[in-house]
């Protein structure tokens, strides 16, 4: 053997094998996250069920719903594993509270959850390109609202306008029969054709102080024709409709000078 030849072997020593994983990321719901590592020579995805290519250095993950993935990495005899969480961004559309109307009213929309917003069908709305735009429809109606979020996720939600006819009848609540000819009477007002049976008014203590069965018949505030004192009054009113529907209605009435 030749003297004096030497030679250098260098060891490595790891505490433990030095990966890079992507962060943890979010995703709309059905989209696509890219996860990367980095550090090894061969890797291990795990579930693999959700994963385009579980044993490479770059996959898509397609989640259907929140997922931690781990990636078991190898070099020569050193194995080390990190993880990626993969979040699924939850559904923010609201289109509101379906609401009532009567017919010739208004709705006040008010959607929230997102960025950009589009009602359809944009029938009978101010602006369909706003989160909270006014509807004046003549029929019921449902509106969805397409809402697109911050990172671009997109999601609707529904709400109805539910429009009806306005009441069929309609007493007001107070009358000033004070002789001035503004509002002397009270007078039932109807919005489809009513048969009266009867239209009752009562004191406090119980009295009849008027009676009729002529739907365009009012009361002046008198009893016995002297005119009665000011405050609250009840009526009861019965009739029927074009389709021999029954209308009741009770209430109370003010009656001021």
Not at 88 to 116: K, Q, R
Request: hydrophobic letters at 35%.
């Amino acid at each position: 053997c030749a003297s004096g030849v030497s030679d250098t072997l260098t060891i490595n020593v790891y505490d433990a094998l030095p990966l890079v994983v992507s962060n943890d990321t979010i995703v709309c719901p059905n989209g696509t996250a890219i996860l990367t590592v980095s550090g090894a020579d061969t890797y291990s995805w795990s579930p693999s069920e959700t994963l385009s290519d579980p044993l490479d250095d770059y996959t898509e993950a397609y989640p259907l719903e929140p997922t931690m993935y781990t990636v078991v990495a190898t070099r020569y005899t050193c194995v080390n594993s990190d993880s990626v969480f993969v979040n699924i961004y939850p559904s923010t559309a609201n289109a509101g509270n379906d609401t009532l109307i009567y017919f010739g009213e208004m709705a006040f929309l008010d959607a929230d959850g997102g960025v950009s917003y589009v009602w359809s069908p944009p029938t009978a709305l101010s602006d369909p390109f706003i989160e909270n735009p006014t509807a004046q429809p003549d029929e019921t109606i449902d509106y969805t609202v397409t809402v697109t979020t911050d990172i671009g996720c997109v999601f609707t939600d529904q709400m109805e306008v539910l429009v009806v006819q306005p009441k069929a009848v309609i007493i007001p609540n107070a009358f000033t029969p004070n002789g001035d000819g503004v509002n002397d009477l009270l007078h039932i007002s109807t919005f489809v054709n009513v048969d009266l049976n009867s239209f009752c008014i009562f004191n406090r203590w119980g009295q009849k102080m008027f009676e009729t069965n002529d739907i365009s018949a009012g009361w002046d505030g008198k009893y016995n024709s002297i005119d009665q004192e000011i405050g609250a009054y009840m009526y009861i009113f019965v009739g029927t409709d074009d389709s021999n529907f029954e209308i009741i209605n009770q209430g109370t009435i003010t009656l001021l000078r």
